[in-house]
């Protein structure tokens, strides 16, 4: 069976600056996010990957620009389902504001009953669903296009990660903050007719990621909201 590499995108503005991104526009990766990008190309340098496929939102596909600029014969395709989760009117606030609100608990105890505010807010059930849907829909795809023996990559985002980090180990959603994947990281996981299995979770290839993380308005045990923000 093949070989799925998930990458998190590099550190963006968003992160840097603390706030909650979403889908809103104008985010892009910060200067630290632009080198981890180069960083990524140059860790998957001997890799050979079969297909590419990314979210969207710019951010990813900054992220990954890199990589495929040395490889000419990938044509980078998009996939909305693994666009960031639809968080409503919780988008564009700061980190430090939503950790007040009563919803926070919720998406910190049980997500699996959290529904972001607004019409444009999404569950994280949904997020879930159509995540995973969207991981073995392009793994069995790039199996029947390029083998069983095939490796590919596809850029998204810390919580889609995680939902499908959470499915591949058998975790309920409401398990899923228990993952953490830092901006840049590579999660590898290989579906077969048995089950699926964790290669990689959140590797970095470095260990900086493992300090504590600076302090917020948070309680230091709860999980970021989009994911890790890469601040230290």
Known sequence: MPTMLLVRH???TANSSGILAGWMPGVDLDEQGGQQAKALAERLRDVPLAA??????????QTIAPLLAGRPELTLRLDERLGECRYGDWT???LAELAKEPLW???QQQPSAATFPGPEGESLRDLSRRAVE???EWDA????EHGADAVWIACSHGDVIKAIA???LGLHLDGFQRISVEPASVTAIRYTPVRPYLLRLGDTGEFAGLLPRRETSAPADDAVIGGDTGQR
């Open 10 to 12: 590099g550190r963006s």
């Open 52 to 61: 590419a496929v990314s979210s969207p939102l710019d951010r990813c596909r």
């Open 105 to 107: 608990s919720t998406v």
């Open 141 to 144: 795809q790039v199996e029947a």
């Open 92 to 94: 564009g606030r700061p």
């Open 134 to 136: 969207a991981a073995r």
């Open 166 to 168: 959470a499915d591949a």
